[in-house]
């Protein structure tokens, strides 16, 4: 089973899951607080970071290409809700920029 850990401001969570299973619904059956709104790439809410395991996931689809944009690409940025998860991956949410 896939080891996922995640991290959120200054917590971090882990967990196994399925191969195959989508990261923003296994987070959340788990309340991990991941924001989001819609679960099907159209708000952006989201975003994580890919720390490592990029490779243990399913290809980005054009839908949250654009959402993302090239800077978010760049950045390593996914959307949660986009993601299925087939090996062992460490993501992080971003936290929003304060002035």
């Known amino acids: 089973m896939p080891r996922v850990e995640i991290k959120v401001g200054t917590k971090d969570y882990t967990f196994e899951c399925d191969q195959g299973e989508n990261l923003l ?10 924001p989001f709104r819609c679960t099907s790439a159209r708000c952006g809410t989201c975003r994580i970071e890919v720390m490592e395991g990029a490779e243990h996931l399913n290809e980005m689809g054009e839908r949250e290409a654009l959402r993302l944009g090239e800077e978010g690409i760049e950045k390593n940025q996914r959307l949660a809700c986009q993601i299925f998860v087939e090996g062992d991956i460490r993501v992080a949410v971003p936290q929003p920029k304060l002035f």
């Not at 619904?25 to 991941?34: G, N, Q, V």
Request: aromatic fraction near 10%; avoid cysteine; charged fraction near 30%.
């Open 25 to 34: 619904f296994e987070a959340r059956a788990r309340s991990i607080p991941i």
